[in-house]
């Protein structure tokens, strides 16, 4: 009960400042009601009446953001689709008015690069699937794209994983996958991942080495396989292993330094 009455609050507090585009898929027969011709204050459009179990929302006259363009209008919304984004859209005493009057009215935020519950040599990311979603709609990012990585190498496994620790969430999310070694069990759960979870882009480390980094033979067959799905590759571009032999000269650097300071006191 508790969770779901954050999910209302969220979703009641942002949807008077945040606007998804409105879909495609939304009938002709929702929008004919209000004309695209109409200006502000000019003839009024009624939105049709529906079920009474169905929850809705208007926007009221705030200024509407999106890519393109902006403009003085009010937004319904029903069932958390939006419906309308007209000027002066009149509804009965059964819809929720918010006053959005001197207010922008916006799309939510897409991060496509999160990295939730990641656990990462030895250690493990403060934020997890609920407390990382929650902190991001409070501030206007309103979905996400994290990167699953895979157990000891199998993909699978990690899809599963991130199930487990994405069951707590409280806003709408996608997975990229990170791909860490190369066989044909890895292959066959690339087509596995696009074709039947949703996931069609992969990522590929050129850094990190010893943990997720991969060699270029294993990189070039990755982006082959990921040609022939139709899938998006995605790379950390960095020279792992000049960073790791920088990594290996500060180590000794510093347990030189800790030397001569230890010599240094010793002789005083």
Not at 68 to 89: F, R, S
Not at 97 to 108: E, N, Q, R
Request: aromatic share 10%; hydrophobic share 45%; with cysteine.
């Amino acid at each position: 009960m508790a969770l779901r009455a954050i999910y209302d609050a969220i979703f009641f507090f942002f949807i008077s400042l945040l606007l998804l585009f409105p879909s495609p898929s939304v009938s002709d027969s929702a929008t004919q009601f209000c004309s695209a011709e109409r200006g502000y204050g000019e003839e009024s459009c009624r939105v049709p009446s529906s079920s009474s179990s169905s929850t809705r929302i208007l926007i009221k006259g705030g200024t509407v953001v999106n890519a393109h363009h902006q403009q003085l209008a009010d937004v319904y919304v029903e069932d958390g689709i939006i419906v309308a984004v007209q000027p002066n859209i009149n509804v009965g005493d059964e819809v929720t008015v918010l006053d959005a009057t001197g207010k922008f009215v916006m799309p939510g935020g897409i991060d496509p690069h999160t990295h939730l519950a990641m656990e990462f040599m030895g250690t493990e990311t403060i934020d997890d699937f609920f407390s990382g979603q929650a902190a991001a709609l409070a501030g206007g990012t309103t979905m996400h794209i994290d990167f699953v990585i895979p157990v000891n190498g199998n993909l699978v496994a990690g899809f599963e994983s991130y199930e487990n620790k994405s069951r707590n969430a409280c806003m709408d999310y996608g997975f990229h996958m990170a791909i860490t070694k190369w066989d044909d069990g890895v292959s066959k759960d690339m087509e596995i991942m696009v074709k039947e979870k949703g996931i069609n882009s992969f990522k590929f480390f050129l850094a990190y080495k010893g943990s997720l980094m991969v060699t270029d033979d294993l990189l070039l067959e990755g982006l082959k396989r990921c040609k022939s799905l139709g899938a998006l590759a995605m790379v950390h571009a960095e020279n792992g292993d000049a960073v790791f032999e920088g990594q290996k000269r500060m180590i000794d650097l510093v347990d030189d330094l800790v030397f001569s300071f230890v010599s240094l006191f010793r002789s005083g």
